[in-house]
């Protein structure tokens, strides 16, 4: 997988936490996966269709969760991870997949993303897609990491 | 009187933050959509002065909901309210009769900015 298809995941993810909760992120190492996998507890599936497809993940442990979904409801506390903080995750994951792809759009790759999925529990594989993963940890001071499992391929030509 | 908006959202996190933002501002949430058929059918019912429009949602999308709703009332303001902020995207709403939008994640004070220009005509 190209890494010019990652780049705009890990800017969009900075500036749109830094305008949700004010806190920046910082970029750990970048690692490579065989197959898209996640074995974290919180996980924002989203859909990316278009020029370039695929999914991405946004995973985070349960604490990360509660402490992100707390922040970004103006510090009211999150003591059980209700629906209102699992929307809240997943608009997270939606803002970011949104704003990734309007930077793909400017890079002249024209995608669309889908609502995104919260999946909860550690050791998911999503086999529909047979395209490596790069995976970009990102710590969030406060509130912990973020782990951005990306895997997207140009489109394939349908067979006719 | 307060001025009657319709949200549109299917993120229950952003109907409460946008729902928030305009009820301690001195509008009143008149209904809160889920998708774009409810906010055409909400629009017809509730006959609101604004309407806030998310775009990607399940069911029927913004985009389409805001074709609808300005078929049926040509006055409709609807503002866009979205995480997809592609050129594109922009113009279509625009040239379908959006009046504003708004690109996810907003600041309050970008949503009441353009309520308020909206509503003060």
Redesign the interface.
């Known amino acids: 997988m190209k890494v010019e298809y990652v780049t705009p995941f890990v800017s969009a993810s900075s500036s749109v936490i830094h305008t949700l909760i004010g806190l920046s992120a910082e970029r750990g190492k970048l690692s490579a996966r065989p197959q898209l996998f996640t074995s974290q507890q919180v996980n924002i599936v989203c859909g990316i269709t278009g020029e370039i497809e695929g999914q991405v993940i946004y995973g985070m442990s349960m604490v990360t969760a509660k402490k992100m979904a707390s922040k970004m409801l103006g510090g009211q506390p999150v003591p059980e991870f209700d629906q209102l903080a699992a929307s809240a995750i997943a608009e997270l994951g939606n803002m970011i997949s949104g704003s990734s792809s309007n930077q793909l759009f400017q890079s002249g790759f024209k995608t669309d993303i889908t609502p995104p999925t919260i999946v909860k529990g550690p050791n998911i594989s999503m086999s529909n897609f047979d395209i490596p993963t790069l995976v970009i940890p990102l710590n969030v001071p406060e509130v912990g990491e973020l782990e951005i499992a990306v895997s997207l391929r140009q489109r394939q030509k349908q067979a006719a | 009187m307060a001025k009657r908006i319709l949200i549109t959202d299917?993120?229950?996190?952003?109907r409460?933050t946008l729902k928030n933002i305009l009820t301690s501002n001195g509008y009143e949430v008149v209904g809160e959509a889920e998708n774009g058929t409810q906010a055409v059918k909400l629009y017809e019912e509730l006959k609101p002065d604004l309407v806030t429009m998310d775009i990607?949602?399940?069911e029927m999308d913004g985009l389409e909901a805001l074709k609808q709703i300005k078929a049926a009332d040509a006055n409709a303001k609807v503002v866009m309210c979205?995480?997809?902020?592609?050129?594109?995207m922009v113009v279509e709403a625009i040239q379908s009769g959006a009046k504003d939008f708004i690109?996810?994640?907003?600041?309050p004070d970008r949503v009441l900015e353009a309520v308020g220009k909206l509503l003060a005509a």
């Open positions: 299917d993120a229950l996190f952003m409460v990607t949602m399940p979205t995480a997809m902020g592609q050129k594109n690109v996810k994640p907003f600041q």
